[in-house]
């Protein structure tokens, strides 16, 4: 009985090694840490690229957030496209975002983990065929702070 168990163990110790070898160096090996989708990375724009472009050219900035929050303060120059009123601001901004073919938009809301600007920004690739589409990660205000503008606010 015992030498089933030294055995057993010796198995067990091997299966061990091999696994952890696996799990370090297999080709296929699943990730880590948690890895955004490629859609996302694909389509994520920082701060510092983001400057470079407003620099460069002309880009039409999206505001993804509620149209409250968009009337109190948003990047000179945004239009508000919001989930909630979908189809009211779409009509609203056809002329605008018929314009925008060819040229770079880049859709922000609040906060990095934000959804509703990639929710906002495919139905602007699938449906209107805006290319490219990018989600800005990061804080928009700090474009703002940096570019020395202030941001739109109601009066």
């Known amino acids: 009985m015992n030498t089933i168990l030294k055995e057993a163990a010796i198995v067990c110790g091997i299966a061990l090694i091999f696994a952890t070898l696996c799990a370090f160096f297999h080709p296929k090996r699943p990730a880590w840490y948690k890895v955004a989708p490629d859609d996302v990375l694909r389509w994520s724009i920082s701060e510092e690229k983001a400057r470079q472009l407003m620099q460069a050219g002309d880009i039409l900035w999206i505001d993804a957030r509620p149209g ?6 948003h990047l000179p120059g945004a239009i508000s496209l919001d989930l909630e009123h979908w189809a009211d601001l779409m009509f609203e901004q ?10 770079t938009v880049i859709v922000y809301c609040d906060g990095t983990r934000c959804e509703k600007s990639r929710d906002v920004a495919q139905r602007l690739r699938e449906l209107l ?14 474009l703002v702070l940096l570019n020395g503008a202030s941001a739109n606010t109601a009066l």
């Open 94 to 103: 056809q002329e605008t975002l018929q314009s925008a073919m060819g040229k």
């Open 68 to 73: 409250g929050k968009y009337e109190e303060e």
């Open 129 to 142: 065929g805006l290319d490219p589409v990018y989600l800005l990660k990061g804080n928009w205000r700090n």
